[in-house]
């Protein structure tokens, strides 16, 4: 189709603008508001910066680089420290800015015109855009009334639509419930499309399917050092999987997609893994006294395994307690417009101090939104 079938002005009748593609007229830029309150529990960051140690032997690494040449197209040093770490040799492994181009990255090469991207729902709503922006159609898969997908549910949605490929968060967000190995083993058997299973909070303790990898041949894990790793700042993510699946990726990529400096952070971050990810046991024990607090106080909350929880106030609309929280100085994520979500808003686990604020001012929150001052 040209343009002049698309509804824009006619050659010789030069229109202001140019109508963007059709298929995204609908879609709406990512993104939680960018507000700064003083306790920002929003978006899944860890609460304190990567140690001194990772920032002066990155601030060495930084000056030994030639920023005047191109970086590495392979990324080499970097695949090998990932693969190192888990076992695989760096053809099994690719990087590049945020787990979410990697997604992007592998909806490019895999959907496209005429395919589909089978995602849970509710699930990661970076999913669907990502998808969109490669041209890749969506297909849905509804979570059950627990929030969890069963093999079932997974295996009859991959017979009914035939996938290019399924893509789950495990664990899931905004639930922060895993996907059971039964789902991963089901979607991969019911069809033949590729498998990619993010795991962005898999270091919080869930349950991982990289051992899956050499048993199930169309399975990916997606990974990323934006959250346990405590390095949003710089954008990188991960891939483990098979070779083909590397060398596919490579044909999309963009020259030299990955920066130096992003090279060098995540090298450093995987020499000093142990130090950067030192804070997990803190946010795993408040996760879990905050989850208890919630449960405490008559509200619903669920099992997550990640740095956040999923929670309703019973009787109260989402919104409502969402902006009593953000007056209070807490902001949180709303997703009471959601499907099964309605009501439920979610809290990143801050610190300590943070996660008090947090409850203190739920409790103010409720109150009022009870019984508005007259
Ligand atoms: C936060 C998050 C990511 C992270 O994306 P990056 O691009 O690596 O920052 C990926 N997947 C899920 C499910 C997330 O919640």
Redesign the pocket.
């Given at each position: 189709m040209t343009l002049a079938g698309s509804g824009a002005p006619a050659p010789g009748a030069r229109g202001a603008r140019v109508p963007v593609r059709a298929d995204l007229v609908d879609v709406e830029p990512y993104g939680a508001p960018q507000l700064a309150p003083p306790v920002r529990l929003n978006?899944?960051e860890t609460p304190w910066p990567p140690p001194p140690a990772f920032l002066a032997a990155l601030t060495q690494r930084l000056g030994e680089l030639e920023l005047h040449r191109y970086p590495d197209r392979e990324a080499t040093h970097l695949r090998a420290a990932l693969g190192a770490r888990n076992g695989l040799p760096p053809e099994r492994v690719w990087a590049a800015?945020?787990?979410?181009?990697v997604l992007v990255q592998l909806f490019q090469a895999y959907g496209g015109a005429g395919r589909a991207v089978l995602l849970a729902r509710p699930g990661?709503s970076?999913?669907p855009l990502l998808a969109r922006v490669a041209a890749t159609g969506v297909v849905e898969v509804d979570l059950d009334g627990e929030l969890r997908l069963g093999p079932q549910a997974v295996a009859a949605a991959v017979a009914e639509h035939d996938p290019a490929l399924v893509c789950l968060?495990s664990p899931?967000?905004p639930t922060g419930i895993p996907v059971a190995e039964e789902t991963v083993r089901a979607a991969h058997d019911a069809g033949r499309g590729l498998i990619v299973v993010?795991e962005?909070?898999v270091e919080f303790g869930a349950p991982s399917v990289v051992g899956l990898l050499d048993e199930l041949p169309r399975l990916v894990v997606?990974r990323?050092?934006?959250?346990a790793f405590r390095l949003?700042g710089i954008?990188?993510?991960y891939l483990l999987g098979q070779d083909w699946v590397v060398a596919d990726l490579r044909r999309v990529r963009l020259p030299y997609h990955l920066d130096a400096l992003t090279q060098a952070a995540g090298s450093v971050a995987c020499e000093l893994a142990d130090a950067v990810t030192a804070h997990i046991p803190h946010i795993v024990a408040e996760r879990d006294r905050v989850a208890a607090a919630l449960g405490a106080r008559g509200h619903t909350v669920w099992p997550s395994a990640a740095n956040f929880l999923l929670f309703r106030v019973p009787g109260l609309a989402g919104a409502e307690l969402f902006a009593a929280l953000l007056a209070r100085g807490v902001l949180v994520r709303d997703f009471s417009t959601r499907p099964r979500l309605a009501g439920c808003l979610r809290v990143t686990i801050g610190s300590a101090q943070e996660n008090d604020a947090f409850l203190d001012a739920l409790d103010a929150s409720v109150q009022a939104v009870k019984e508005p001052a007259t």
């Open positions: 978006v899944n800015n945020g787990s979410n181009e990661y970076a999913h968060a899931n967000n993010d962005a909070y997606v990323t050092f934006s959250k949003a954008r990188l993510g």
